[in-house]
Nanobody, 128 residues
Framework: QVQLVESGGGSVQPGGSLRLSCSAS????????IAWFRQAPGKEREGVAC????????YYADSVKGRFPISRDNIKNEVYLQMNRLTPEDTAVYYC?????????????????????WGKGALVTVSS
């Protein structure tokens, strides 16, 4: 059974950092692209970052580019989202997701439509 589990969420002050982890079970994570999404209260879901399974190419939303590097550890079967210089606007539930039909990040990965498997989310709160 394919399962994704996020961890590492919590509360942090503006300017701080957190690292989210996405752990996979039931499949070998390095065969699939992994993307992070977030949804803030009252807002639509937003694609944050994606990492390809083919060559590790990464893609980012403009809102996090340069602040939230995504990486993967295929030995540990985990993907990480390092969140730096956090602002209150980054407050959201963060989800990792994957699909099994395509190894790269699709052109419109940020829509999330092709993602078949989702974690339950990790809450990140940025406030002073």
């Amino acid at each position: 059974q394919v399962q994704l589990v996020e961890s590492g969420g919590g509360s942090v002050q503006p300017g701080g950092s957190l690292r989210l982890s996405c752990s996979a079970s039931g499949f070998t994570l390095d065969y699939y692209p992994i993307a992070w999404f977030r949804q803030a209260p009252g807002k639509e879901r937003e694609g944050v970052a994606c990492i390809s399974a083919t060559d590790g190419t990464t893609y980012y939303a403009d809102s996090v580019k340069g602040r939230f590097p995504i990486s993967r550890d295929n030995i540990k079967n985990e993907v990480y989202l390092q969140m730096n210089r956090l602002t209150p606007e980054d407050t959201a539930v963060y989800y990792c997701a994957t699909e099994s039909l395509f190894r790269g990040c699709r052109k419109e990965w940020y829509l999330g439509d092709a993602m078949a498997y989702w974690g339950k989310g990790a809450l990140v709160t940025v406030s002073s």
